[in-house]
Nanobody
Framework: EVQLVESGGGLVQAGGSRRLSCAVSGFTFDDYAIGWFRQAPGKERERVSCISSRAAFTEYADSVKGRFTTSSDNAKNMVYLQMNSLKPEDTAVYFC????????????????WGQGTQLSVFS
């Protein structure tokens, strides 16, 4: 059974940091790219970052470039999203998702999804 399970969300003060984790199981980790998406109330789900299969490259949305870093630990089947200099506009439910294609930009390109974890940033 394919599973992606996010953790690490919570309440953070603006300017602070948080690390989200995505535990992956049920498929060959090296064959998939893992994206991080977020969805704020009333807004579309947007891709925040992506790490390609075998961590060959990473991609970031302009809004988080320089503040967020995604990484993976293949031995543990884990993907992380380190978020620094958090802003209130980063408040959203964060999802990790897997795709066999290269890092797709839209949610429709991803095959498997986690349940999401809420991050709330207050000023």
């Amino acid at each position: 059974e394919v599973q992606l399970v996010e953790s690490g969300g919570g309440l953070v003060q603006a300017g602070g940091s948080r690390r989200l984790s995505c535990a992956v199981s049920g498929f060959t980790f090296d064959d998939y790219a893992i994206g991080w998406f977020r969805q704020a109330p009333g807004k579309e789900r947007e891709r925040v970052s992506c790490i390609s299969s075998r961590a060959a490259f990473t991609e970031y949305a302009d809004s988080v470039k320089g503040r967020f870093t995604t990484s993976s630990d293949n031995a543990k089947n884990m993907v992380y999203l380190q978020m620094n200099s958090l802003k209130p506009e980063d408040t959203a439910v964060y999802f990790c998702a897997a795709t066999r294609a290269s890092c797709g930009r839209t949610m429709w390109e991803y095959d498997y999804w986690g349940q999401g974890t809420q991050l709330s940033v207050f000023s």
